[in-house]
């Protein structure tokens, strides 16, 4: 077996497992591998590969260069003498898990990816302060910058090159000079800044935009009431995704109960409806909750909804079609707490507003 079998062999494996990663830390005298499964590491052992073998074929693939392996990417690390290497998914662009880890359900992280890997176009991320837009907006990216020129102005991004003072034509203008494939604005607050984004993905270039706005028809308004030309804003605009951050429940300890009556009522729950609760264990320390989950609603701007930003129709009306196959952030809510994922008060708190 060559040493590029064998990582695909422990790729099929490790897919077999359940896995997105698999990360392999190496150094002179041992191997150490973990998978992520459900954007949580493991360690694991695998039944084909002799270490020595896994060993050997990981330093030799990694010293070759070879960084695609059919659908994997490995991306490696030196550090002194131990190396770690990555397995990617390469028909994304992004580590499997690295979108539906922050709280994207499948189909939305699918339409997403779908909607900006054309070019010329623009993606909007929206959310209040701290809803961990840089987090979506950077695993978005994971993988790109080894093949992709992706240059951020006012935001950090891993892999991108930062440009600080990102406003106005002067840093739009010294942006473009460095020739970039992606670029990320980290907010967007006057009228020339967001007209140049549009003009930018007019040429061809890919574009992220950092909006405060509570939701995503919200932050088309935003867009409108900044004046962007209609037509280049229907042309252009290829998705809007908003998000807020809910606590995650602790899945060691979680259990279900029924709701009561009032928490039924508040969730549009029938009465009765079994939820979860997690009352704190060793695993996550008495609280309950583990991190942070994101809860999301996502616009992917179709050719009917592109007409009507065209024609300019009022909220809405844009919300009444875009929502009509997908789920706003409260409904979303609503359902991680049918799942397990986050508690009611968590629910019923986004569903707020």
């Known amino acids: 077996m060559t040493s590029e079998a064998a990582i695909r062999a422990l790729a099929a494996d490790a897919q077999a497992q359940g896995a997105s990663d698999v990360h392999l830390d190496l150094d002179v005298d041992a191997v150490r591998l973990r998978l992520r499964v459900d ?5 694991w052992v695998p039944a084909r590969l002799e270490p020595e073998r896994l060993r050997a074929a990981a330093w030799e693939v990694a010293g070759s260069g070879a960084d695609r392996l059919d659908e994997w990417q490995v991306a490696s690390h030196a550090e002194g003498e131990r190396l770690a290497l990555r397995l990617r998914s390469e028909r ?3 580590a499997v898990d690295g979108l539906s880890a922050l709280g994207l359900v499948p189909a939305q992280a699918r339409l997403l990816l779908r909607a900006t890997e054309r070019p010329g176009g623009v993606l909007v991320v929206a959310g209040p302060a701290g809803s961990g837009r840089r987090t979506t907006i950077a695993a978005l990216l994971a993988g790109e910058a080894r093949t992709q020129s992706v240059v951020a102005l006012g935001a950090t991004i891993p892999g991108a090159l930062r440009i600080d003072g990102a406003s106005g034509s002067a840093a ?14 980290g907010q967007v607050e006057d009228r020339e800044t967001a007209a140049l984004a549009f003009q930018v993905a007019a040429g061809g270039r890919r574009v992220i935009l950092r909006l405060d706005a509570p939701d995503a028809i919200a932050a088309i308004d935003a867009l409108r009431a ?3 030309d209609r037509l280049a804003l229907a042309a252009h605009l290829r998705a809007v995704t908003a998000q807020r951050l809910a606590h995650r429940l602790c899945q060691a300890c979680r259990r279900p109960v029924q709701a009561s009556n009032g928490t039924a009522a508040l969730l549009g729950f029938d009465p009765g409806a079994v939820i979860y609760e997690s009352p704190g264990c060793g695993e996550c320390e008495g609280r309950g909750r583990v991190s942070a989950i994101g809860v999301f609603e996502l ?3 179709d050719a009917a909804l592109a007409r009507l930003v065209n024609d300019g129709a009022d909220a809405a009306l844009l919300a009444r079609h875009a929502f ?7 409904s979303a809510a609503r359902s991680m707490a049918r799942e397990g994922l986050i508690d009611a008060a968590e629910a019923i708190r986004l569903s707020r507003g």
């Open 226 to 228: 900044l004046r962007i």
């Open 324 to 330: 009509l196959n997908a789920q706003r952030i409260d």
């Open 299 to 301: 616009l992917a701007i």
């Open 172 to 185: 739009m203008d010294r942006a473009i000079s460095l020739d970039p494939d992606i670029l990320v604005l």
């Open 92 to 94: 994304t662009g992004v």
């Open 39 to 43: 954007g949580r590491l493991r360690a």
